[in-house]
C-alpha cells in the first residue's frame, strides 16, 4: 500500500470524566468519501473537532501523509490541506457572503503583495458559485436561510483547495431537494476539475450526517460510533446490516423477534 494519505489512531478525548471519543482508529484515502454516522452523543462532532486541530487529544495520533500532525495547529492544517465546516455555523452575519468567503483565505504573505484582494475576490466568488450562492455575494450573511448558511460554510471550506474535506452535517435544516443538489455537488468535488478560477485536485472527505439515504448514495465508506467507540467500519451495504448497527439505530437486536407481552 502507498503512503497512509490519512489516519487517526487510537484517538481518545476525555470531557472530565465523560470519555466522548475512545481509541478510535481509522483511515481514509485519497479522494475517498467516508461517511461517519451514530446517535447523538456517539462522539461525531468531537473526532471532526480533533482532525480539524480544534481539540487536542488525550491520547492517540492525527497522521496526514505520513507526518505525526497531533500538536499542529488548525491554521497551520488547513494551509497543509485539512479543512472543515462545523455543525453550527456562526458566519459573521453583518458581512456580505463573499467577505465571509475572503476572511478564510487571509494571508499576510500574499496580502502584502497587492494583489491578494483581486485574487481573493475571485476565488471566493467562484467557492459561492459552486455552491449556488454567487447571487447573494453581497448580501450580509444574516439574512440567509439555514440551507443557505450550510452551503455558504460549504464554499468558505472548498475555497482553500483542501485534500481533506471535513463535513459535520452539511444538510442538516436543508430541503430533500436542496439536500440531493448539495450531495450532487460534494460528490463532484471529490474528483475535483475546474470550477471557475478554482482549480480543485478533487480531495477526500469525512461527512458526519443523519440523512443516512443521501450519505449512502455518495459515500464509499461508512463508520459507525457509539459511546465513543467505533463500531463499524467498511462499504454502506456492509454497514447498514451489520447486526450491531441495527440494533444501536432501532433499541433491538437483529434477527430477534418483537418482545411479547408476559401472558
Ligand atoms: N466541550 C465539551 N465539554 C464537555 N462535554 C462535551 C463537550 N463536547 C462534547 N461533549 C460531550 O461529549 C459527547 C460527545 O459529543 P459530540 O462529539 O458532540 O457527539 P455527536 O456529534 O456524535 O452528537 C457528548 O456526551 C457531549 O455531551
Ligand atoms: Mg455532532
Redesign the pocket.
Known sequence: MNQQFFAVSELSKR??G?E??RAVSFGVQPHEIVGLI??????????VKLIMGLLRPNGGRVVFRGMDITGVPTWQRVVQGITGTF?NSRPMRQLPLIANVMVGLYNPRVSRQGEWVKTVQARALDALEFVGLSDLALSPAGELSQGDLKRLEIARAIATNPDLLVL?EPFAGLSQAETRLLATSVHRLRKGGRFGRLHSEGCAMII?EHKLSELMRIADRILV?HF?ELLADGPPQQVVNDPRVVEVYTGQTAGQPVQEEPE
Request: charged share 10%; no cysteine.
Open positions: 470531557f472530565g465523560l466522548a471519543v451514530g446517535p447523538n452523543g456517539a462522539g461525531k462532532t468531537t473526532v455543525q459535520d458526519v460510533m465513543g
